[in-house]
């Protein structure tokens, strides 16, 4: 059988970083501190896998390249739980049990990471999530952290965003009946619509492998809405796009971090223009910590990163940071520091860990323009 491009790219970046850890080792002559990265690595979520190993590769170079942690190297250890229900708590297990690995860092989708984190809080392991936003991941256990900021901020930020700053009052919603992120993210969005004397004039579901969306869209035109939320990931969203456009629905389409994909635009196209999205990044960002990061990101893939870039580079470099206060890699040490965690500096900002193990992060706000995808600003707690 063939190898797809995706498949292709998504084994040369595990490779890359396996590579990394070996010779990383071998020069320090000491034995790594493992930790275990699960993604969607393959699969149709494969674009946000890829992004978010980029980032932690990046950051583990960085850490080795600064003399290792605790003089020892880090070294990270791939698994692909290949888009499919089932497979995080797999790999999850793999890299527990076979790897031994000291924390584990995935998913962007909650419901993957939800998988996961059960045997993660089972096991003793500190598990933190770069982005998985819905409140129900880190209410798993007290060895569930995260790095983004959660859906109930997320929806009040381009709930508010869409009244105040773009004046819009009917929204529809489309919303992926099976994912807990789209879910939540469309309730709390709604909630604050309405709050601010905004309308839903219709809500309506699909399912997470849909590629037809014009019944939906058909009914939702008949409402006459001038927003159209959709909280899904960037495949269902760039497909809708087109969709609607076919349609003649001209309502202003809203997202969140969802969207974040160089394959938005490879889908939609021109059906996107327009478009506004919240996310945790933006590269125009000028603080040094971020500064470092996107040069350090150009430099190894010639591009610039995007928002699960930059967050899985933080995860990976919280941990780093929890072992080095720690002065171990011993669970119980680990998940202590982390949860003692207080303006730590990364690429996405200072980051404090609450006592609720999320955390309280500035928003962005991006729009496509002529093509492109474009800061608008930032929004902060």
Do not use: W
Request: charged letters at 20%; aromatic letters at 8%.
């Amino acid at each position: 059988m063939t190898a797809t491009p995706a498949l292709c790219l998504a084994s040369l970046l595990r490779l890359l970083a396996g590579l990394a850890g070996v010779a990383a080792a071998a020069s320090f002559g000491a034995e790594p501190i493992r930790i275990g990265f699960f993604m969607s690595m393959t699969g149709q979520d494969a674009s946000f896998g890829e992004a978010s190993l980029r980032g932690a590769t990046v950051a583990v170079e960085g850490l080795n390249a600064e003399g290792g942690v605790l003089r020892r190297p880090v070294e990270l250890v791939v698994e692909d739980n290949r888009s499919l229900a089932g497979e995080s708590a797999t790999a999850a297990k793999k890299l527990i049990a076979r790897d031994h690995v000291v924390a584990l860092i995935g998913e962007c989708s909650s419901a993957r990471t939800l998988e996961a984190a059960s045997i993660a809080q089972a096991s003793g392991i500190p598990l933190v999530t770069p982005a998985s936003t819905s409140p129900k991941v880190t209410q798993v256990g007290d060895e569930i952290f995260r790095m983004c900021f959660i859906d109930s901020f997320q929806g009040d930020v381009i709930a508010t965003f869409a009244r105040r700053r773009l004046g819009l009052t009917r929204a529809a919603l489309l919303v992926d009946s099976t994912a807990p992120y789209s879910v939540g993210l469309a309730d709390y969005f709604a909630k604050t619509f309405v709050a601010l004397d905004g309308e839903i004039v219709a809500r309506l579901n699909y399912s997470g492998t849909d590629t037809d969306f014009r019944a939906q869209l058909t009914a939702i035109r008949a409402a006459k809405p001038d927003a159209l939320f959709l909280p899904g990931y960037y495949k269902a969203a760039g497909l809708v796009a087109r969709q609607a456009r076919d349609l003649g629905l001209k309502a202003t389409l809203l997202g969140g971090d969802g969207f974040e994909a160089p394959q938005l635009l490879e889908i939609g196209g021109d059906a996107l223009e327009g478009a506004y999205y919240s996310t945790h990044f933006a590269v125009e960002n000028t603080d040094e910590a971020s500064r470092r990061f996107v040069d350090a990101f150009r430099a190894r893939y010639g591009a610039a990163p995007n928002g699960l870039s930059a967050l899985t580079y933080d995860a990976v470099r919280l941990v780093a940071d929890a072992i080095t206060r720690a002065g171990t890699t011993e669970p119980a040490a680990l998940r202590l520091t982390l949860s003692e965690t207080r303006a730590f500096p990364g690429a996405t900002g200072l980051t404090t860990i609450n006592a609720q193990r999320d955390v309280d992060k500035d928003a962005a706000i991006i729009t496509v323009r002529n093509g492109k995808l474009t800061f608008v600003e930032t929004i902060r707690p």
